[in-house]
């Protein structure tokens, strides 16, 4: 399957090469090919420049946003929260009609410094914005409640005894990421959590997630549950 993967950050990059991995052809979208190929800075979180990334990983494609959103069939949106609305815009609404766009990213707002506050909450998620702005995309909620390495390996930590969640208006789009979520990438406990606006507690769980790599000084953990 060819996949739009829209943002070239830590989360861009792990799915776009998670994706190549079990034999789908990413192509990841950025607003400038050019200059991303001219970066030799690393990013706030220390990861390499993108450049270096590529040359490890050239079965990755690159492409404008547009390009990216016309080569897949399936579109991730790991673009940061508050440029996501702007860089869905780039990728083209019609480059998104009728796909399923996975929307990875979190309303993080970073204007007071660290930790963040959410920039859309309680009673609206930015799943439902991105909804709502692109009404012919087919929005899944998903994979924002862990750090990007387990998005592709949940084995990685608790052999992979815990779960990521999907919410969403359209019942097939969201069997579809299941399904790769399951056989694609491993994940056992795969939870529907009902409509687009179930975002909203799977978003609002970043201030409880934050939290939680402060305390326990990693990123490596995620959410098991017990009935
Ligand atoms: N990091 C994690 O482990 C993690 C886990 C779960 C969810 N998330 C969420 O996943 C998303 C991606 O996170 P990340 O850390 O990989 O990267 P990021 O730094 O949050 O986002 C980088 C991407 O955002 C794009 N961007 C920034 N400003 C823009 C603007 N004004 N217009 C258009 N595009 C713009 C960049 O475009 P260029 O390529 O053109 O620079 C780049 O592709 C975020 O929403 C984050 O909250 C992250």
């Known amino acids: 399957m060819n996949v739009g993967v829209l943002g070239t950050g830590m989360v861009g990059r792990t799915l776009a090469w998670g994706l190549s991995e079990i034999g789908h052809d990413p ?55 508050a440029a996501s609305l702007e860089a869905l815009h780039l990728a083209g609404e019609a480059n998104l009609d009728g ?11 970073f204007s007071q410094g660290f930790p963040p506050s959410l920039f859309v909450a309680n009673t609206d998620s930015l799943a439902e914005q991105i909804q709502r702005t692109f009404p ?25 005894e815990h779960v ?29 959590l009902g409509d687009l606006s179930s975002a909203r507690g799977a978003e609002m769980y970043l201030l409880l997630w934050l939290r939680l790599m402060g305390s326990l000084d990693t990123p490596r953990f995620n959410i098991s549950l017990v009935r």
């Not at 607003?31 to 040359?55: C, I, K, S, V, Y």
């Not at 016309?70 to 949106?77: D, L, P, R, T, V």
């Not at 796909?99 to 707002?109: A, F, I, R, T």
């Open 136 to 160: 012919g995309a087919r929005v899944v909620k998903s994979l924002n409640t862990m750090s990007a390495p387990l998005m592709v390996d949940p084995a990685a930590v608790g052999g992979g």
């Open 164 to 192: 990521v969640f999907v919410s969403g208006d359209d019942a097939a789009a969201k069997g579809d990421v299941s399904t790769l979520l399951r056989d694609g990438w491993g994940w056992q406990h795969v939870i529907d």
């Open 27 to 81: 192509m990841i979208g950025t607003r400038d090919p050019a200059a991303l190929a001219g970066r030799t800075d690393r990013d706030a979180m220390g990861n390499q420049p993108f450049p270096e990334w590529h040359a490890e990983h050239p079965s990755v494609g690159v492409g404008t946003f547009a390009e990216a959103g016309a080569h897949g069939s399936m579109i991730f949106n790991a673009t940061s929260g």
């Open 99 to 109: 796909k399923v766009l996975v929307d990875v990213s979190n309303p993080l707002d």
